[in-house]
C-alpha cells in the first residue's frame, strides 16, 4: 500500500481475517518464496504420520519449521536437538493459528568448518602443555585381570569388545560403566565416568588394570564429543594406562592423541588390552618341549662323560668317585622336573581361577542370587503375614467376649427381660401402653405374649 495515499474510510469493507493471512502467505511466498536458512534446532517433534516440526532459532530470533513426510526428505538425519544445520525451505503462514512457519525441504549439517578450527585450536593448546607427549604415556599391562569399558550401555562397540575379550581371554573380568557417547552433555558423562574408574574405592568399583574408552564409527559431529577438552583432561590425569577406540581407523579425535595407547576400532583395542589365549597355551607347550629337550641333551652328554670316565683311568674306582655326582646329577634332575611341574601347575591355577571368577560373575550366577534373596523375603514376607493375621483372630476374640458380656444376653442372664410393644419398639415407661394392647417379653429362654389390663 502507498504510504502517501488516501486512507481508506471507514465505510469501505473491511478485510475478513482469512483475507489478510492468505494476502500475508501469498506475498511471503512470492517475495521470498525457497531460501536457505542457517540456525540451531530445537523443540523436535516426530510425528506418527511422518511429519517433523521443530524450531530454527539463533541469538536473536527463532521460527517454527515443518518439515512433511521427514523420513523421505534429503537430510532429515541432520536433525536433531541441539544440531546446527543449514535447510532449503519455503516461507509461509499457518492460516489456522496466524503463525509465520517456514516449510522444509531438505536439510544439511552446518559449522564442520567451525568445528575443525575447533580441533586444530585445541590439538595446538594441549599440544603446547605437553598432554601429548610419549614421554607421559603409560605402558597398558601384557596380562591384565580387570578390564573397564567407558562407553554406550546399548552400542555395538560393546558387544565388539565382550565377543573379543571372551574370544582370546575369557578369564578377563569386564566392568562397564555406561555412558552416552553422542549428544550435548555426553562429553562431561565420560570425564566424570573416567575419573571415577581412576578412584573405584570412592565409588564402589573394581579397581581395573587398564581401560578402554571409545565408541563406533559416525560423522564429525557424532564422535565430536571426543573431541572435547574436558574428556582429554579427565584421560590425562587418570592413573590407569587408557586405550582410546574412537570410531574407525580414518577417525582421529583429541582423546586418541592424549591417551595412553590409540586403537583403530574398539574391536581392535580389545586385541591389544589383552593376549590370545590359544597363542599363550601354544607357547607354554613350545616351551615345556624346549626345556625337556634341553634337560635330556644335558643328562645324555653327562650320561656319555660318566660313561667315558669308567672306561677311563678310573675305571676301577670311578663308580666309588662318581657317586656323588650321580647323586647331585639325580637331584638336579628331580629338582629340575619338579619346578617344571609346579610352574606349569601354577599357570594351570591361574587359568583355573581366572575361569572361576569369570563364571562367578556371569549374569546366570547373579541371578540365581537375587531369586534367592527374593525367596527369602517371600518367606519372611508370609511368616509375618501370619503371624498378624493371628494376632487379629486373638483381638477378635477378646472383642467378641466383650460383647457378649456388655450386650443384651448378658443381662438375660442376670435375670432381666425385654418388653417390646406391638410395633416392635422397646418399651421404657407404662405411659406407651394402653390397656388392650399387645405386648411380647424376651427372656434369656424365650418369650411371652401378653395384653395389657385396666390396674384395679
Sequence with gaps: MDLFSKPKTPEEKALSVTQLLRRMKNLLEVQIGETWVEGEVSNLRKQASGHWYFSLKDEGAQISCAMFGARKRLGAEAL????????????????????????????????????????????????????????????????????????????????????????RAPWVQPVLFPVRVQGRGAEVEIAQAIAKMGEPEKFGYPRCDV?????????????????EEVVARAIAACPIPIISAVGHEID????????????????????????????????????????????????????????ALKRGVLQRDGAKLLRESVLRLDSARGQLSQAARTSLESLARRVHDARAQHRACHPARVLERRLETVARLRERFERAGANNLDQ???????????????????????GFSITLGSDGKI??????????????????????????????
Design 392 to 414: 487379629q483372630a486373638e483381638r477378635l476374640a477378646r472383642l467378641r467376649g466383650l460383647l457378649r458380656t456388655l450386650g443384651p444376653e448378658s443381662a438375660f442372664q442376670r
Design 211 to 227: 581401560l578402554i574408552v571409545g565408541r563406533g564409527g559416525g560423522s564429525i559431529e557424532d564422535l565430536w564429543n571426543f573431541n
Design 252 to 307: 582421529f579425535t583429541i582423546a586418541d592423541f592424549v591417551a595412553d595407547l590409540r586403537a583403530p576400532t574398539p574391536s581392535a583395542a580389545a586385541e591389544l588390552a589383552v593376549p590370545d589365549g590359544v597363542e599363550l597355551s601354544a607357547r607354554l607347550a613350545q616351551i615345556r618341549r624346549r626345556m625337556t629337550r634341553v634337560t635330556r641333551e644335558r643328562l645324555t652328554r653327562s650320561q656319555f662323560a660318566v660313561d
Design 80 to 167: 536433531e536437538d541441539g544440531a546446527k544445520v543449514r535447510v532449503f525451505a519455503e516461507a509461509s503462514v499457518y492460516e489456522a493459528r496466524g503463525q509465520l512457519q517456514i516449510i522444509v525441504q531438505k536439510a544439511e549439517r552446518a559449522g564442520a568448518g567451525d568445528l575443525q578450527a575447533k580441533f586444530e585450536a585445541l590439538k595446538r593448546k594441549l599440544l603446547a602443555e605437553g598432554l601429548f607427549d610419549a614421554a607421559r604415556k603409560k605402558p597398558v599391562p601384557p596380562f591384565p585381570r580387570v578390564i573397564g569399558l567407558v562407553t554406550s550401555g546399548t552400542g555395538a562397540a560393546l558387544q565388539d569388545v565382550l565377543n573379543v575379550l571372551t574370544r
Design 427 to 456: 418399651v421404657t415407661s407404662s405411659t406407651a401402653l394402653k390397656p388392650g394392647d399387645l405386648m411380647r417379653t424376651k427372656f434369656a429362654d424365650g418369650e411371652t405374649v401378653s395384653i395389657v389390663k385396666q390396674p384395679d
